[in-house]
């Protein structure tokens, strides 16, 4: 079983900066992809930005030089950097994995809010 936990979410206002952490735990073999996505409401979830084992990283043009994303493979743990702030970027912020334990599957965390007020 794997589990992802995030945190870091929370309220602030245009033009600031919030840092979203995302930990997995479980019989984890290896991680091959790591990611956030995010849904507002009223919306579907989009992708934010994701890493792959290899350090390739791809960015939601939206987000585009003001989030950064982050991985430390030791710790099976990833960051998102995220600044200059606006309100559109405000939804709930899940982290997810594409995981290899006895098998390869994607997992998900419960999702963090991010309100970002003008």
């Known amino acids: 079983q794997v589990q992802l936990v995030e945190s870091g979410g929370g309220l602030v206002q245009a033009g600031g900066s919030l840092r979203l952490s995302c930990a997995a735990s479980g019989s984890i073999f290896k991680i091959n992809a790591m990611g956030w996505y995010r849904q507002a409401p009223g919306k579907q979830r989009e992708l934010v930005a994701t890493i792959t084992s290899g350090g390739r990283l791809d960015y939601a043009d939206s987000v585009k030089g003001r989030f950064t994303i982050s991985r430390d493979n030791a710790k099976n743990t990833w960051n998102l950097q995220m600044n200059s702030l606006k309100p559109e970027d405000t939804a709930v912020y899940y982290c997810?994995?594409?995981?290899?334990?006895?098998?390869?599957?994607?997992?998900w965390g419960q999702g963090t809010q991010v309100i970002v007020s003008s």
């Open positions: 997810n994995a594409v995981v290899v334990t006895s098998y390869q599957g994607i997992y």
